[in-house]
C-alpha cells in the first residue's frame, strides 16, 4: 500500500478556489491511478477526479470546467485546484491511489475538509 496525506482543505465563500494536495509515498508513483473522492453528510462516496498515469483524466459532471486534477510526478503529489466551489461541493475530500493496476483503489488518505459558505 501507498501512504496518502492529503492537504490544503478549508473554509471558502461559495464562488471562491481552494486548492488539494495529495502527497503520496512510493517509488512507483508515476504508474499509479490517483483519484479525489468526497463525501458529504448522509450521501454516498463519489469519484471527483481521476488520473492515469498515461495523462487520461476523469471528471464527475457537476465539477466539469471548475476542478482540475493533476500531477507532479517528480514530487509524488496529486493536485486538485477547485473553482467556483458551490455549496454542494462542501464535503471531506479523499485523496486514493490504485498502486497496482488492478482497477481498484487500494491506498486512502485521512481525509480533508471542505467548506463552503453561501
Known amino acids: 500500500q501507498v501512504q496518502l496525506q492529503e492537504s490544503g482543505g478549508g473554509v471558502v465563500q461559495a464562488g471562491g478556489s481552494l486548492r488539494l494536495s495529495c502527497a503520496a509515498s512510493?517509488?512507483?508513483?508515476?504508474?499509479?491511478?490517483m483519484g479525489w473522492f468526497r463525501q458529504a453528510p448522509g450521501k454516498e462516496r463519489e469519484l471527483v477526479a481521476a488520473?492515469?498515469?498515461?495523462?487520461?483524466?476523469y471528471y464527475v459532471h457537476s465539477v466539469k470546467g471548475r476542478f482540475t486534477i493533476s500531477r507532479d510526478n517528480a514530487k509524488n503529489t496529486v493536485y486538485l485546484q477547485m473553482n467556483s466551489l458551490k455549496p454542494e461541493d462542501a464535503a471531506v475530500y479523499y485523496c486514493?491511489?490504485?498502486?497496482?493496476?488492478?482497477?481498484?483503489?487500494?491506498?486512502w488518505g485521512q481525509g480533508t475538509q471542505v467548506t463552503v459558505s453561501s
Open positions: 486514493a491511489a490504485d498502486s497496482t493496476a488492478r482497477g481498484r483503489y487500494d491506498s
Open positions: 512510493g517509488r512507483a508513483f508515476s504508474t499509479y491511478t
Open positions: 488520473s492515469w498515469s498515461g495523462g487520461n483524466t
